[in-house]
């Protein structure tokens, strides 16, 4: 099955958003693929505030969160992929949901087109009779 996360993602930020709350983003910036400010990364995470009126051309993607911002006044396209994304919360009451970091997705120079495929896994429910 594909990652459940995007759907959490997306459905909390609508949730959000439309309780009048601001929607912060917890960013893991140490992940590859992260485009964000550097500047304002702290102990390997950033916390972006993805309201609707803080960014433009906002696009939730199943695979990343991307938009433009104003950092210090200076305009930056932002990139998150989606495994980079720690937590989904209102600004307000801190109500929302964190997610368990997902190990790193190996480089193809790390051990071929073989490391990218997944394995099969064994099925986890057994046939009793």
Sequence with gaps: M??????FVRALYDWIVDNNCTPYLLVDATRAGVVVPQDYVKDGSIV???APGAVVDFNMLDDAVCFNARFSGQPMDVWVPMSSVLGIY?????????FDPE??????????????VEKPKKPALKVVK
């Design 48 to 50: 972006l505030n993805i």
């Design 2 to 7: 594909t990652s459940s996360k995007p759907y």
């Design 103 to 116: 190990p790193p997705t190996p480089s193809p120079s790390s051990g071929g087109a073989d490391s990218l």
């Design 90 to 98: 209102a600004k307000e009451n801190g109500q929302g949901m964190m």
